[in-house]
């Protein structure tokens, strides 16, 4: 039913209860001169699954979200699919990591909805790296070095102290975009803030062991966790980011390896895990996965098991 006619309707039934004296107060409720019902709920496109939740976490019932990517999917290499750009027509906040994770597909996506509300510029346009300190901005900018990335290195999630301040940022647009739930996002944010800080410290707790142990990495997926939890990566066996390495340059990092003692590889659970299999089995060392986001491994099923299962998971490759 249109508008219109809903508000024939509504106004038709509400003037026979109200009869005589209400009439006119009925009608005025009617006409939509207050807001009789709870606006419908903000409409969210995060492109990938932790932005996803914690939109979720702050917004609850007032969100309805979308994640364009799934846990196993590498963020750098989405296809901007017309399924992406129909999701993105109708949203009213895009929230996405930014720092060019997302530069190969979500300007089309964007672009392409025609929705003036999420172009670029717009507070319908979020971007998590705005709000973090970043790491590995490079000082020299050259493409034919890989995937270099001009703002720094993108993968802000790993670090879980980053979400304060993106979480904090995002509650603060949400109320922007929807006034009349401004309190809800503040209180949804003050709720998740509380529950992280307190994982926060247990996880540090947890994860003092493995501070200072030297490790290999295959991709520059996580230098905020290694910040975080002062890992210190010894090498990186892909030689220019998102390029696979070659044997040679493998062969190479195994050679060093005597001299490095890295005590496990690294990769997240998106990447082929053929190049960390190679060195871990020459150098005698363990391969571990890690979730990198929600969905990464059947454990990581939300904000907080993420970094559960990252702890536990590094912990057991300490181990050997
Ligand atoms: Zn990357």
Request: charged share 20%.
């Amino acid at each position: 039913m249109n508008r219109s006619l809903d508000r024939f309707f509504a106004a038709a039934f509400a003037s026979l209860l109200f009869r005589g004296a209400c009439a006119a107060v009925a009608a005025f409720l009617a006409l939509g001169l207050f807001p009789l019902s709870a606006a419908a709920a903000v409409e969210v496109f995060a492109t990938v699954p932790e932005w996803a939740a914690l939109a979720q976490e702050i917004g609850g019932d007032k969100v309805r979200v979308y994640s364009a990517t799934q846990g196993l999917q590498d963020p750098h290499r989405i296809d901007a699919k017309p399924s992406l750009i129909a999701r993105a027509r109708s949203a009213q906040l895009v929230v996405a990591t930014g720092a060019e994770l997302e530069i190969g597909w979500l300007p089309v996506v964007v672009r392409e909805s025609g929705n003036a509300r999420i172009q670029s510029g717009q507070p319908g346009y979020f971007e998590a790296a705005r709000y973090v300190a970043m790491l590995e901005a490079p000082a020299v900018l050259d493409r034919a070095h890989g995937d270099v990335h001009a703002g720094g290195n993108p993968h802000v999630q790993t670090d879980p102290r980053n979400l304060f301040r993106i979480g904090e940022a995002l509650a603060a647009r949400l109320a922007e975009l929807d006034p009349p739930n401004a309190a809800a996002y503040q209180a949804g944010y003050r709720n998740f803030a509380a529950r992280l800080r307190a994982a926060v410290a247990r996880w540090e707790k947890e994860a003092a062991p493995l501070r200072g142990v030297p490790i290999l990495v295959q991709h520059k997926a996580f230098p905020y966790l290694q910040n975080w939890l002062g890992l210190k990566e010894v090498g990186c066996l892909e030689a220019k980011p998102g390029v696979e390495p070659s044997s040679a340059q493998l062969a190479g990092i195994v050679a060093q390896q005597a001299a490095q003692s890295a005590k496990m590889v690294i990769r997240p659970a998106y990447q082929y895990d053929a190049p960390s299999r190679w060195v871990a089995e020459r150098a005698r060392i363990p391969a571990v996965t890690l979730p990198f986001t929600i969905g990464g491994t059947p454990e990581a099923k939300d904000l907080f098991s993420l970094y559960d299962d990252t702890v536990r998971r590094l912990l057991k490759g300490l181990q050997g």
